[in-house]
């Protein structure tokens, strides 16, 4: 059972550059999550998603992308990469029932340079 | 919209002894739901504990336990009989109902050092 897999598990990108980072879950999840850790602090939500065809703005949305056309996959778009995007990215994933914990990928680190 | 706030950046504690790690957050909801998750080096989250707002009584998992206080929207968290292996990030994290968007919202996180 494979869980929350993300790729790639590093990138660097230059300045203007656009790239999408790859989340799938193999759990039949209806709710994914992103969100971007920058160093020493915690998970900001970027975007969520309720169910396929379904997304939402969390508390950091500019300057990313979501879609959500099946129920396993929830890629994240960045378009025009910028310095402040540099981050660890994590997708997550749960059921819809409010009492169960969310499952998180490794992690993406994004380097923009 | 919900905050999520730790304000102990780091802590430490000696092997086998307790720690208590604080977590406050502000809602106008009444339902809902607090996670403690623990992250190492790794980088993998893992859930640690759980607790329903509408439950008084306070969650336990073998050595970790919360102190749920929904008044004073404080949630707490308590690790006995501390082990190197507890050395970690520890995040709260608060989500809402599903009819009020459902999201998970997380604090900045407790830095845990544990010294032999």
């Known amino acids: 059972n494979a869980g929350v897999t993300q790729t790639p598990k590093f990138r660097i990108l230059k300045i203007g550059q656009s790239m999408t980072l790859q989340c799938t879950q193999d759990m039949n999840h209806n709710y994914m999550y992103w969100y971007r850790q920058d160093p020493g602090m915690g998970l900001k939500l970027i975007y969520y998603s309720v169910g396929a065809g379904i997304t939402d703005k969390g508390e950091v949305p500019n300057g990313y992308n979501v879609s959500r056309s099946t129920t396993e996959d929830f890629p994240l778009r960045l378009e025009l990469a910028a310095p402040s995007q540099t981050s660890v990215y994590f997708c997550?994933?749960?059921?819809?029932?409010?009492?169960?914990?969310?499952?998180f990928g490794q992690g993406t680190r994004l380097t923009v340079v | 919209a919900q905050t999520v706030t730790q304000s102990q950046p780091e802590m430490s504690v000696q092997e086998a002894e307790t720690v208590t790690l604080s977590c406050t957050y502000d809602t106008s909801e009444s339902d809902y739901y607090l996670f403690w998750y623990k992250q190492p080096p790794s980088r993998q989250m893992i859930l640690v504990i759980r607790?329903?707002?509408?439950?008084?009584q306070n969650a336990t998992e073998n050595r970790f336990s919360v102190n749920f206080q929904k008044a004073a929207k404080s949630f707490s968290l308590k690790i006995s009989d501390s082990q190197l292996g507890d050395a970690a990030m520890y995040f709260c994290?608060?989500?809402?109902?599903?009819?009020?968007?459902?999201?998970?919202?997380f604090g900045a996180g407790t830095r845990l050092t544990v010294k032999p």
């Open positions: 607790q329903e707002a509408y439950k008084q």
């Open positions: 997550a994933s749960s059921r819809r029932a409010q009492n169960t914990e969310a499952f």
């Open positions: 994290a608060y989500r809402s109902a599903p009819y009020n968007n459902n999201d998970m919202r």
